[in-house]
């Protein structure tokens, strides 16, 4: 499929793990893309929480699951993406008139799908369109008790009749076929998608200039939600001291999670004892690694660290290329960040390998 779906596929990921309230969650990350690429004018990836379940693409024009599944199912995918298929080629046509963009490709995308609570219960439904990756167009979203539909600031918006229109197919017939596929999802893939792998904890200590930097580093685990913790003395760190502290994918099905803190010169003088702490549902504890201060340094280079370096490395370079595909004059700044990038590959100290589980 190439790196454009897998940088559509990364950017989608990210906007759309947060965003609802639900335990579990089925969404269609649909791409349309006008003008002449080496990509099928439309795809749709399918995720049961961050497990990509099923395929559509223009070409083919049915559905590819990750499992079998039952005739009505697959009928009830071919309509809801046929339908949202030649929605956005409707809306592609007006939006190109609209910028009259006649040349090149325009990509627009469409994030559509609906959360659960553990219990079963229906959370919310939600729709949302962006155009060339940075125009937001109309939006919906639905849960239960309010419907909002938000006409965003590029074309008119839907009249009223079309309002209601809209908001009836929403309530009676998408989000109940949302809602019943992911169960049946769920149901499907219980054991990928509820699996608990319990996260890896290192305390890493680098050289920077002025100081040193401490950095905690969970991962291997799954599901996402971890609480990570930098105590110093015993106190948590605050997290306006701390850099990073998102969740990235490993690439492995599993995550991971780095806060890093800058130590001065004058701070480690004072030669405070730094903790790390985990908590994560597979653990019935907490996970702790110790860094002493005053211990001999080891310089040691992680096969880890590499991987880490490795990974944000390709995704940036994926980025850089897609950059420069879509706009010439930015190749130059985003590929000379990519060399800086693996200049900086830092030489790191790692303290507490052994007390690693
Ligand atoms: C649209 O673009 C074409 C070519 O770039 C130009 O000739 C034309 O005047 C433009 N039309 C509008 C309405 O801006
Ligand atoms: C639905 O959303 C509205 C507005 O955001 C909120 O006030 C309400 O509590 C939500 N209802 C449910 C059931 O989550
Ligand atoms: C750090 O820990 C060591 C031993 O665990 C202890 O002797 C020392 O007092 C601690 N230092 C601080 C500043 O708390
Ligand atoms: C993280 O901490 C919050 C607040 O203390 C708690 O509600 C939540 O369950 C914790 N999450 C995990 C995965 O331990």
Known sequence: MGKLSVFLFVLSFYTIVNAGSG???LWAHATYISGETPFPEFMVVVMLDDVQ???YDAINKQT???DKTEDDEAQDAAYVFGDIYQGMKDRSLELNH?????EGFQVQQRWTGCEMFDNGEPALAMLKNIFNGIYEDYAVYYNITH???NAGKILPGWDGITQAYK???CENVYFPICIKSLKRFLKRDKHFVMRKVPPRLRLIKKEVSGGLQVSCLAFGFYPRHINLTLLRDGQPVAEQEL?????LPSGDGTYQLRKSLEVSTEELKKRHNYTCTASHLSLDDKLDVRLKSGLKRVHLST???LLVMLLIGILLGILGIFICVKRRWRCTASMSKLANFEANVPEEINMSSDSET
Do not use: A, C
């Open 53 to 55: 379940v099923g395929y």
């Open 64 to 66: 590819v699951f990750k």
């Open 147 to 149: 419907y909002k539909y």
């Open 303 to 305: 096969l880890l660290n």
């Open 243 to 247: 850099t990073g502290g998102e969740v």
């Open 167 to 169: 908001r009836t197919l």
């Open 98 to 102: 609209h910028f009259n963009l006649t």
């Open 23 to 25: 335990s579990h969650s």
